[in-house]
T-cell receptor, first 112, second 116 residues
Framework: DQQVKQNSPSLSVQEGRISILNCDYT??????FLWYKKYPAEGPTFLIS?????DKNEDGRFTVFLNKSAKHLSLHIVPSQPGDSAVYFC???????????FGQGTTLQVKP | NAGVMQNPRHLVRRRGQEARLRCSPM?????VYWYRQLPEEGLKFMVY????????ESGMPKERFSAEFPKEGPSILRIQQVVRGDSAAYFC??????????????FGQGTRLTVV
């Protein structure tokens, strides 16, 4: 039972353009959502989060949008930079468990 | 403040051998989580420990896998009698409190286990 899904395994974008990474979930009880970024041979690093009571959170070039009715969230990166090339995971926590459920990840390639 | 330290970074084991993966959490962090990433997949939760206690092991395979986080020393993920299907990247994360909207988990660089 995959509660958090990223249906696009890869995305290629030109430098300077917008990158949009998508994530769908099935559990309406998630209190918040996170995006992690992962470079090869490294561990995931936290990027940005959004509370389930909000529909948008912005941090610099990164904005996460949450559509609760559609059970969908998206990460927007604008403008995209070559250094943004990495695997992006969305994640969510089953309530009060301390653990995270991760999506399968989307590999973003930003071309110079 | 050093980050989460995992060792070894790479581990090769023959089928049937034991694998021991170590994780030293960040200073001041008493909560440790282990995740496994199989090729082309996302991270899957395995176990959550808080000093000497297993809080949640719902993601651990029932056999051959065990984890501990002793009062002194690193957390250990132990895999007995490894099989090829155990080949994966194993990530450890730590946090000062249970992960929540206000408490972030910090990940180590992972141990890549290859079973030959």
């Amino acid at each position: 039972d995959q509660q958090v899904k990223q249906n696009s395994p890869s995305l290629s974008v030109q430098e300077g353009r917008i990158s949009i990474l998508n994530c769908d979930y099935t559990n309406s009880m998630f209190d918040y959502f996170l995006w992690y970024k992962k470079y090869p041979a490294e561990g995931p690093t936290f990027l940005i989060s959004i509370s389930s009571i909000k529909d948008k959170n912005e941090d610099g070039r990164f904005t996460v949008f949450l559509n609760k009715s559609a059970k969908h969230l998206s990460l927007h990166i604008v403008p995209s930079q070559p250094g943004d090339s990495a695997v992006y995971f969305c994640a969510a926590p089953p309530s009060n468990t301390g653990k995270l459920i991760f999506g399968q990840g989307t590999t973003l390639q930003v071309k110079p | 403040n050093a980050g989460v330290m995992q060792n070894p970074r790479h581990l090769v084991r023959r089928r049937g051998q034991e694998a021991r993966l170590r994780c030293s959490p960040m200073k001041g962090h008493s909560h440790v989580y282990w995740y496994r990433q199989l090729p082309e997949e996302g991270l899957k939760f395995m176990v959550y420990l808080q000093k000497e206690n297993i809080i949640d092991e719902s993601g651990m395979p029932k056999e051959r896998f065990s984890a501990e986080f002793p009062k002194e020393g690193p957390s250990i993920l132990r895999i007995q009698q490894v099989v090829r299907g155990d080949s994966a990247a194993y990530f450890c994360a730590s946090s000062p409190l249970a992960v929540s909207e206000n408490t972030e988990a910090f990940f180590g660089q992972g141990t890549r286990l290859t079973v030959v």
